[in-house]
């Protein structure tokens, strides 16, 4: 069974700094890896989906690598800043179609 | 449309009532997903469609719970004989295919009383 966990729980760091939030899963054999942002009271917004056969993906400020033999992803924010203050979940996808399995999430606050 | 819709945003229901929530998931998008989260905590997998087929339903309480995806019609998540235990937020994502990002809708907090 997948098991998901995400270090650290709960981060706060100052406007600007650069960060990096690490996902773990127990079961090499996935088939992508997605990243979220949940802010208060809302539904998940994805921000990155990595498929099994790729190293990394980018958008904006946002870069999310995998490493599947080590079973590990992080998702590098750059420059960070107050709006992206947020839970951040990684969810992996077992097989074509299939659910995700949920970390538990990385409370992230960005103080001005 | 172009996003995951839900509807209600927040139902309340006595507890032993029943509790009907529904889902349009975005327009060409063959897989529906529903989820829980309790207490902003994990996400639980409930079931899965593809288009109206049930395609993974493991992580169902098939005693109570029950859901549908009909042709033309919003998907419906519906749960008899509500406990205290119910209360969370219920999520529904879709997807375009197996390999395509998912995405959420905004949920339905459902508080028993």
């Known amino acids: 069974k997948q098991e998901v966990t995400q270090i650290p729980a709960a981060l706060s760091v100052p406007e600007g700094e650069n960060l990096v939030l690490n996902c773990s899963f127990t079961?090499?054999?996935?088939?992508?890896l997605q990243w979220f942002r949940q802010d208060p009271g809302k539904g998940l917004t994805s921000l990155l989906l990595?498929?099994?056969?790729?190293r990394e993906q980018t958008s904006g400020r946002l870069n999310a690598s995998l490493d599947k033999s080590s079973g590990r992803s992080t998702l590098y924010i750059a420059a960070s800043q107050p709006g992206d203050s947020a839970t951040y979940l990684c969810?992996?996808?077992?097989?074509?179609?299939?659910?995700?399995?949920f970390g538990p999430g990385t409370r992230l606050s960005v103080l001005p | 449309g172009e996003e995951v819709a839900q509807t209600p945003k927040h139902l309340v229901r006595g507890e032993g009532q029943k509790a009907k929530l529904y889902c349009a998931p975005i327009?060409?998008?063959?897989?529906v997903f529903w989820y829980q989260q309790v207490l902003k905590n994990e996400f639980k997998f409930l079931i899965s469609?593809?288009?109206?087929?049930?395609?993974?339903e493991t992580g169902m309480p098939k005693e109570r719970f029950s859901a549908k995806c009909l042709p033309n019609s919003p998907c419906s998540l519906e749960i008899q004989a509500t406990k205290l235990e119910d209360s969370a937020v219920y999520f529904c994502?879709?997807?375009?295919?197996?390999?395509?990002?998912?995405?959420f809708g905004d949920g339905t907090r459902l508080s028993i009383l």
């Open positions: 994502a879709s997807r375009q295919g197996g390999n395509q990002p998912q995405h």
């Open positions: 079961d090499s054999a996935i088939y992508n």
């Open positions: 990595i498929q099994s056969s790729q």
């Open positions: 969810a992996v996808g077992g097989s074509y179609g299939q659910n995700f399995v």
């Open positions: 327009k060409g998008h063959s897989y």
């Open positions: 469609f593809q288009n109206e087929n049930v395609f993974d």
